[in-house]
């Protein structure tokens, strides 16, 4: 079975400090990873993706994340938090098969 | 360009009530479609998949059901609404063989 982990309910940062959001990952096989972003009462957007190569991955609105495969982790990251950034993160991860699994969520709060 | 539309955007429902929610995606043909409800604005749960016309799979057994009458219609259904189905509820859709996944903008379902 595969499960994604957010061990962090909420994450305060100020603005302008660097940011991260933790994600750690349990699946069988070669695993695709993917970060969503979710503002009040909206869809899913997505931020970013690892499917393979090189282990720091780029994404939307000058986020990142790096691929760790020793430590099953794909954390994501960005030098410096906007107030905008506050909002409801996702790590999701499939091997393929299924569909997306996705971790409980992490609360990003930015303060200016 | 592909395009995802769920409707409605809110829902207010007496308990014991039906249910019809609809996700229709334009723009590709053959998409794997998904259902996921989020309670209490965290985590995702992956409700019912389809890869193709007819075919369901159900994650969770519960109150609800999934059909997919056509190639790009997917639609969540209930014959009587329960307080715990309220939620808010997500389509998605990525293509066979893909790995992205887009996200409709979803529909919040209060039981009442």
């Known amino acids: 079975a595969q499960s994604v982990a957010q061990p962090e309910d909420q994450v305060n940062v100020a603005e302008g400090n660097p940011l991260t959001v933790k994600c750690t990952y349990s699946v069988s096989g070669n695993p695709y990873l993917f970060w969503y972003v979710q503002y009040p009462n909206r869809g899913l957007q997505f931020l970013l993706k690892?499917?393979?190569?090189?282990?720091l991955v780029k994404g939307s609105y000058g986020f990142e994340a790096e691929f760790n495969k020793s430590q099953t982790s794909f954390h994501l990251k960005k030098p410096s938090a906007l107030v905008s950034d506050s909002a409801l993160y996702f790590c999701a991860a499939h091997t393929g098969r299924r569909a997306l699994t996705f971790g409980s969520g992490t609360r990003l709060q930015v303060q200016p | 360009s592909q395009t995802i539309h769920q409707w409605p955007a809110t829902l207010v429902q007496p308990v014991g009530s039906p249910l019809s929610l609809e996700c229709t995606v334009e723009g590709t043909s053959n998409p794997n479609l998904y259902w996921y409800r989020q309670a209490a604005g965290r985590g995702l749960q992956l409700l019912f998949y389809?890869?193709?016309?007819?075919?369901i799979s159900s994650e969770v057994p519960q109150n609800l059901s999934a059909s997919r009458p056509q190639d790009r219609q997917f639609i969540l259904s209930s014959k009587k609404l329960l307080l715990s189905d309220s939620g808010f509820y997500l389509c998605a859709w990525k293509l066979s063989g893909g790995y992205g996944y887009t996200f409709g903008s979803g529909t919040r379902l209060t039981v009442v």
């Open positions: 690892y499917i393979t190569g090189d282990n």
């Open positions: 389809s890869v193709g016309i007819g075919q």
